[in-house]
């Protein structure tokens, strides 16, 4: 179990002396299989080796990403540990070599969702909504905004243009997807989203949010569960607006995870069995953000929202394209799969926007 990979990176890290048995493979997602080392006297540590292929394909070894993604990474830890609430390792560090890459970090438990009640869900989402409102309320040292990248010495937002612009085009792409939405060959209710969404982007253009260094890959995957602690791992940040991620985490609890647990990436996670504890951290989750604010709550439920009328436009345009990718049919599975969730996002969205004052 032990490889030579486990046996070279620990001579990296100058601690090949280590015993075997304290060394043990907790776990794997898409791009690392990742390894418990047990120490004494010490934290316990992660050790993280980037896979050779990842969806079927061979990985290429490309530095300036895979500096992107760990110093992404690390700047993600660096504020989260400013927050105070020990949620994410405080040691992380990365090793870069063609023939081995791996990240070490600390340890930060096990748990699952499995193992929690309706309760400590709701706890484990409560913890969660607080600690995104303290990030979201840091002012990130990052220039420009979106998906982060290297720039040989510091990271920055891709896209470097006037604050009001980002806004508003933020704004006019939901008009514009909810018009693709209406012009395709799709049946719902026409009128009653276009008057949730017209009423939502109204007010939404008149509230800017700000500027935060959000998480985009909240799943449970990457979040540790347990009646004791929780801890957030593996994050995958960019600059992006604060209550449209609150909305984020709270669509994928409500309606993404359960909706995608057909798809062959997420199937053996069987999330539509646990549909109701998820829900539970969704609501654990805005009660911790919010801290019952009612008019933050109807912003993160009007975002929310949106996220949905995103997802259908997005199943929409895969539906379209004639050579689905490989990687896309392991994570939305194959046409007919898309072809449903779209209607189950146009149901979803039709039920949320009920409520038109
Ligand atoms: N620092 C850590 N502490 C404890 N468990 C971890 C840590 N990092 C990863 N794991 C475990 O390994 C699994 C996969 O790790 P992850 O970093 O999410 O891989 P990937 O980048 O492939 O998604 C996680 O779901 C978790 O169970
Ligand atoms: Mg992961």
Same mark, same amino acid.
């Given at each position: ?10 001579? %990296?890290?100058?601690? =090949? ?19 418990? $080392? ?26 300036? =990403? ?37 990240? $070490? ?23 969660? *909504? ?15 905004? *979106?998906? #982060?990248?290297? @720039? ?19 704004? @006019? ?6 018009? %693709? ?41 990457? $979040? ?97 394209? =004639? ?5 896309? #049919? ?13 209607? #189950? ?8 926007? #009920?409520?038109?004052?």
């Amino acid at each position: 179990m032990i490889d030579e990979t486990i046996i070279n990176a620990l001579k %990296k890290l100058k601690i =090949e002396n280590i015993k075997k048995e304290h060394i043990s493979k907790i776990g794997e997602g898409s791009w690392h299989t990742v390894y418990r $080392i047990e120490r004494q006297g010490e934290e316990d540590l992660a050790l993280r080796v980037k896979k050779k292929t990842a969806y079927g394909h061979l990985q290429e070894y490309q530095e300036s =990403e895979l500096i992107t993604e760990y110093e992404s990474t690390k700047i993600y830890y660096h504020y989260a540990n400013a927050c105070n609430d020990n949620l994410c390792p405080s040691y992380f560090d990365y090793y870069l070599d063609p023939s081995l890459v791996f990240t $070490i970090e600390s340890f930060m438990g096990k748990g699952t969702i499995q193992s929690l009640n309706q309760t400590e869900a709701f706890f484990t989402g409560e913890k969660a *909504g607080y600690f995104f409102q303290e990030m979201h309320n840091q002012t990130p040292d990052i220039k420009g905004f *979106g998906k #982060l990248k290297w @720039n040989g010495e510091k990271l920055e937002g891709s896209i470097q243009e006037e604050f009001e612009r980002i806004w508003q085009d933020d704004n @006019n792409f939901y008009i514009s997807i909810l018009d %693709k939405l209406i012009s395709s060959h799709l049946k719902f209710d026409v009128e009653r989203i276009t008057a949730k969404i017209d009423s939502i982007i109204e007010k939404r253009r008149n509230n800017p949010q700000k500027i935060a260094l959000v998480n985009q890959d909240i799943t449970p995957e990457n $979040i540790i569960m347990n009646t004791d602690y929780t801890a957030i791992i593996d994050p995958l940040p960019r600059l992006d607006f604060d209550v449209k991620y609150a909305g984020y985490f709270v669509f994928c609890y409500k309606f993404l995870l359960p909706a995608y647990s057909n798809a062959p990436r997420y199937r053996h996670n069987s999330y539509s069995q646990h549909a109701a504890k998820l829900s539970e951290i969704a609501d654990g989750f805005i009660k911790g953000y919010t801290n019952h604010d009612v008019n933050q709550i109807e912003q993160i439920m009007n975002e929310y929202t949106l996220w949905v009328l995103l997802e259908a436009y997005e199943h929409l345009e895969v539906l379209n394209e =004639e050579n689905v990718s490989y990687q896309t #049919l392991q994570q939305m599975g194959n046409k007919e799969m898309i072809k449903n969730r779209l209607i #189950l996002c146009l149901k979803q969205l039709e039920s949320l926007c #009920l409520d038109l004052e």
